[in-house]
């Protein structure tokens, strides 16, 4: 679909280029954030989207996971009935069914989305016609030879998939392809244990796959406090995934005659291998830099990303790198602040910041994690009289109703107990809870007021109260010691 509106772009060249006063390259969530921002500024701005709108997020990242980790979460439920006299037959997965369902729900959330009436609402040219390229610093030509210049051009082109270069590598499948897997496989190994690959795990693991996941880091889930990554190898040990971290390096992929693929890596000295039926390499997320013409804006790629200063301008200052691009926090919710934030730079010529410290994030593995601002060793290089409150699930009412008592929520507060510095939850809603704790974080709670909020009885809320209240406690004790 290609969508322009003349009237508000004008033709300032003999060669028909068209010139907008912001230029966004990429209609995921920091484009779609950025352009409509822009635009409700009064700027022109002309939004160049080369796929599908909505960007990974939707299309093949958050959404189809979290599709396939409600249906892992109904597969576990169906297990566990008979524990509450519900009698089920044992439940079975149904592959091709699965992926149907999943692109369903995708089209309904892409349905409530809109960001082409939402473009159109606001004003903002969308044009499809494949990938956008820099021609000079204020030009962009699009596959379709259409060329477009802009006083601010914001890059919000996302990324990929990273594949390891290592024989056989074309073999595996990247988290973005995992639908197209022809069948549900029997045995796979998912290399990489970060976010995309630990909700893969669990969501094979519940339908029925031998799963082996191997990491290079020491550590399953290294951005994660330390605590709350424990807690989810042990479980996924004790669901029977082979957790193999801190291996030397993945050595290579092979195709077996029976038709399996034969993984080998290195651990120590020692090289092991295994035989499966399909490989995920979730192994990192480079920006999509490839042909699209930096250098002839003048700007570098540094480590897969576009490298911006903190008001998310790159190199040349009338040029943004926002979302997944810059290479930072890539999760939506800064993806989306990001791309208001450099709107607002481009057009008013502002310096606005985005509040990273108040990014949470988390995963739909078995059971859930989440995290806000500073880890516990984080928060003690920052302060060594840090004070931090671990309540466990088993000690909350509703999550004993659940029989849920696996998991804990630390809460983390500087000595004086005025401030929150963190928040990392692992059990049962552990995003839900940890949302809450970065609200209050963003209003400017305190401990004290924290720990007198009512909380709805019986909720795995109630976990904040409690923690905030072990904290005053725990604070009380560290302050007198000063
Ligand atoms: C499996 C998976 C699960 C995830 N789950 C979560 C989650 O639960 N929560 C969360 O917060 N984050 C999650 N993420 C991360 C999230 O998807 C990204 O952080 C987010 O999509 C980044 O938004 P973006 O706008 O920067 O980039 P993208 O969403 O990648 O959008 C970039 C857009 O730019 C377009 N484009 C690229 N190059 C060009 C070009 N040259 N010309 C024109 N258009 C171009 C692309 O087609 C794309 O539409 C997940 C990611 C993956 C892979
Ligand atoms: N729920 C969420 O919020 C969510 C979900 C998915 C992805 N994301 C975001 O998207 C981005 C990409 O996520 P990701 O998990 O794909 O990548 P990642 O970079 O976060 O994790 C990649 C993992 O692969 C490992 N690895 C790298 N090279 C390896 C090798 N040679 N052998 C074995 N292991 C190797 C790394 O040690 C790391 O643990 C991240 O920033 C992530 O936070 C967020």
Not at 4 to 15: G, H, I, L, R, V
Not at 100 to 106: A, D, W
Not at 305 to 323: E, K, L, M, Q
């Amino acid at each position: 679909m290609t969508t322009t509106t003349p009237e508000t772009a004008s033709n300032t060249s003999s060669d028909a280029t068209q010139h907008y006063d912001v230029a966004v390259i990429g209609a995921g969530p920091a484009g779609t954030a950025a352009a409509l921002r822009a635009a409700e500024l009064g700027a022109s701005v002309v939004v160049l989207e080369a796929g599908r709108l909505g960007g990974t997020c939707v299309n093949t990242g958050c959404v189809p996971t979290r599709v396939l980790a409600k249906t892992a979460r109904l597969v576990r439920e169906t297990r566990s009935a008979g524990d509450y006299g519900v009698h089920v037959n044992a439940p079975t997965v149904d592959w091709a069914a699965v992926v149907e369902r999943v692109h369903e729900r995708v089209d309904a959330v892409r349905s409530i989305k809109r960001e082409a009436g939402r473009f159109a609402e606001a004003g903002v040219d969308l044009i499809q016609e494949g990938r956008a390229r820099f021609v000079d610093d204020s030009t962009l030509v699009l596959d379709s030879g259409r060329r477009i210049s802009a006083t601010s051009i914001l890059v919000c082109v996302g990324g990929h998939s990273r594949r390891l270069p290592v024989p056989g590598n074309e073999l595996a499948t990247v988290p973005e392809d995992v639908l197209s897997l022809p069948e549900l496989p029997r045995r796979v190994a998912v290399i990489g244990a970060g976010n995309t690959g630990a909700q893969l795990v669990t969501v094979f693991n519940a339908f029925g796959s031998d799963v082996t996941l191997l990491d290079v880091a020491p550590r399953i889930l290294i951005a994660s406090d330390a605590s709350i990554a424990e807690v989810v190898t042990t479980a996924f040990e004790g669901q029977g995934v082979d957790v193999h971290t801190g291996i030397s390096t993945v050595e290579s992929l092979e195709r077996a005659a029976d038709g399996a693929i034969t993984i080998t890596w290195k651990e120590g000295d020692e090289s092991l291998s295994r035989e499966v039926n399909a490989v995920i390499m979730a192994t990192g997320w480079p920006a999509d830099v490839e042909d699209l013409g930096l250098e002839n804006a003048g700007i570098e790629v540094v480590r897969s990303s576009i490298p911006a200063d903190r008001y998310f301008r790159t190199s040349v200052p009338h040029i943004f790198s926002i979302g997944d691009a810059n290479g930072r926090d890539m999760l939506v919710q800064a993806a989306q602040f990001e791309g208001e934030a450099a709107a607002e730079n481009a057009v008013l010529g502002a310096n606005r910041r985005t509040p990273h410290h108040l990014l949470p994030a988390g995963g739909f593995t078995d059971p859930d994690y989440a995290g806000v601002g500073l880890t516990q060793e984080q928060a003690r290089e920052q302060d060594p009289g840090c004070v931090v409150a671990r309540v466990p699930f088993s000690a909350v009412d509703r999550a004993v109703i659940d029989d849920r008592e696996s998991g804990f929520l630390l809460l983390i507060a500087d000595r004086r107990r005025e401030l929150i510095l963190g928040a990392h939850a692992v059990g049962e809603n552990a995003i839900e809870v940890v949302q809450s704790v970065t609200t209050a974080m963003a209003s400017g709670v305190d401990v004290a007021t924290l720990a007198n909020v009512r909380f709805a009885y019986p909720t795995y809320s109630a976990v904040i109260g409690m923690a905030a209240r072990v904290l005053l406690a725990e604070a009380a004790v560290a302050v007198d010691r000063d």
